[in-house]
């Protein structure tokens, strides 16, 4: 009989020859800030022994280490948000498929990357914000009724710059066309109250302080906001409701092209497509999960229920180009 010491050795070689390492860690490269992930990946570990290492950074240096580092891969997923940096990611060859019937059945599949690429994890939606001092919900109703005369020089936005925006507008496109998203953008420009924001709290911020009645901004930033402000005069409006429905983005995770643990990586993603991390990541981020039989957290529940945009997610990624083209165009800065 083989000699177990011998044996042992013998299956290590074969493992390490084939260029897998031992399973007992997973890299993640991640755009969430620490405090958002920790949580969830330190669960992970306690229940199966699995070390999760993650380092933190923009989506776009993070992007750019994968490639660098090509087969010489320290990192085994990208975590980032928004499905425009997926598809960036996707497209610059630095993601590989997880093919999965747990990750299908947990994840719907506008939600997912019609390549496998990569899988949405938790959705927030990117909606209108409006003063409830100085408007009434029944004048608001969709995104193009804000490009109308009623609401200059009473709009808020943040910069084109973000991949937020660029998102929007490239779901605008697959539904409008160029010349009318145009039309759209321009309108909304036209009536902007003052210069464009960095960031959408700024945007709330400006709206509760009366520099402008409504705004366009995630979810979960309104999130934040009010947990620190209860009485915030600033309320969600969910639009479009009598047609396509909000427009809904996500965080999401992909394995990496030269992944040195991939199967351990596609262990851990099927977890966090799961019941119990999707509860966890949704509320902590407070996002809506993208696991739909998994019901948001109370407090994100207390912001009303809408009807979702049904075009799949990636659109955000394919049309990206277009939609900076056009803003630009349209004088959003």
């Not at 490269?29 to 958002?36: A, F």
């Not at 696991?291 to 979702?308: D, H, I, L, Q, T």
Request: hydrophobic share 40%; glycine share 6%; net charge negative.
């Amino acid at each position: 009989m083989f000699p177990r010491k011998q044996l042992l050795a013998a299956l290590a070689l074969t493992v390490f020859g084939t260029g897998v390492q031992a399973a007992d860690e997973v890299v993640v490269y991640s755009s969430r800030i620490d405090e958002l992930i920790k949580p969830v990946f330190d669960a992970y570990t306690a229940q199966t022994g699995v070390k999760i290492k993650f380092i933190t950074d923009k989506e776009a240096p993070l992007m750019q280490r994968i490639k660098a580092e090509g087969e010489n891969a320290t990192a085994d997923l990208l975590l980032t948000v928004d499905a425009g940096n997926l598809w960036q990611a996707e497209q610059m060859g630095i993601l590989q498929p997880i093919k999965s019937t747990v990750i299908d059945a947990n994840i719907p599949q506008q939600y997912r990357a019609s390549s496998h690429d990569w899988t949405g994890l938790s959705l927030r939606a990117r909606t209108i914000a409006y003063s409830t001092d100085r408007v009434k919900p029944e004048e608001l109703s969709t995104y193009e009724a804000l490009a109308d005369k009623k609401w200059e020089g009473r709009l808020c936005l943040r910069t084109a710059k973000k991949v937020y925006n660029q998102s929007l507008t490239a779901t605008l496109i697959e539904t409008h066309g160029e010349a009318k998203t145009e039309e759209i953008l321009k309108g909304w420009v036209s009536n902007l109250s003052t210069d464009v924001f960095s960031d959408d709290v700024a945007v709330l911020e400006a709206i509760n302080a009366g520099q402008c009645d409504v705004g366009i901004v995630n979810t979960y930033y309104y999130g934040r906001l009010h947990k620190q402000k209860p009485d915030l005069p600033v309320k969600l409006f969910w639009p479009n409701q009598a047609d396509r429905g909000v427009h809904v983005n996500l965080s999401g995770i992909g394995m990496t092209k030269y992944a040195p643990h991939p199967e351990a990586a596609k262990a851990l993603v099927e977890w966090m497509t799961g019941a119990e991390a999707q509860k966890m990541f949704a509320g902590i981020n407070q996002e809506f999960p993208a696991n739909p039989k998994v019901e948001p957290s109370a407090e994100v529940a207390g912001w009303g229920s809408f009807k979702a945009d049904s075009l799949p997610v990636e659109v955000a990624g394919k049309r990206q180009a277009e939609a900076i083209r056009l803003m630009d165009r349209a004088g959003w800065n």
